[in-house]
């Protein structure tokens, strides 16, 4: 059987090493190959008539010194444990992709997310938004987390993964209880957008209920048949995004709020290094 490969685009930005670093330590803890791709662009200078900046010999030379330089360096790294494969061209990242994922049929593209506009600091960087609508393998977008060492594939999260989050959803929205059903599930949305993903073993769970005078039941009355009032399912869809943005945002603010606890037996739960967390989401432009 073919090993697999894990193509990696660098431009030898920070977002991209850290990419690097972790498509590293994917490939050897899956026995997989790894190809460092680097996509140039001739600088031009535009004035009345555009002129290049560079030759494209200068640019390629440039390109394969840099990326040999870094596959020199994860040979060391690694003690020559994993298998390296380099290659660079001329053209655009999302292009050149294309074909090399119809080419050689990856296991999956690893690229880091750091953007320049509001949305692409928020989610990914562009090429990466990109990557992910066109390309037709696997993109893996890599979070900062691996900075610190927790991130998917290390093992101190392989081996304690397991964990409970208890999320309560209140509206004053008149939704009947099949609604809040509905409005519940929605929550776990918001715990899969910080990265949760109900692990085996995890006891998340999700309770939902409205205050809506409309919707209390009477302690006594005379009347046999009750009337209650309850939102029509075609309103639903902005309850939905708020369960789901609103969980988001208390998961994240937990983080940043909880302090380190000892519990039953001396367990202990550290609380988030935030004097090293907030440097990370300023080098990667999360954060302002």
Known sequence: ???KTIIIPTDFSPAATNAVN??????LSIDASVLLLHVYNI?????????ALISI?????????????LKRDLQHITSGKLQINTETRLGS????LEDLCTEIQPFAVVMGTAGYSAVERTLFGSNTLKAIKHLSCPVICVPVGKELGKFDFSDQLLNNVDGSCMIVVATDAPLANRNLLRLAKRAMLGLGKTGGIASNGSGDYVIAFSTS?????PHASTNAVTNNPGLQNDETSPLFMAAIEATEEAIINS????????????????ALPLDKVIPILKKYNRLQ
């Not at 972790?22 to 490939?27: I, K, Q, T």
């Not at 990242?93 to 050149?96: C, H, L, N, S």
């Open 213 to 217: 005078e409309e919707l209390r039941v």
């Open 57 to 69: 010999d200068e640019m390629k030379k440039a390109a394969e010194d840099n990326i040999e330089s």
């Open 255 to 270: 983080l940043f709020a909880a302090k380190t606890t000892i519990g039953r037996k001396g367990n202990k739960a550290e």
């Open 22 to 27: 972790y498509g590293v330590d994917m490939a």
């Open 1 to 3: 059987m073919d090993m």
């Open 93 to 96: 990242v999302i292009d050149e």
């Open 43 to 51: 600088p031009v200078a535009y004035g009345d008539v555009p002129v």
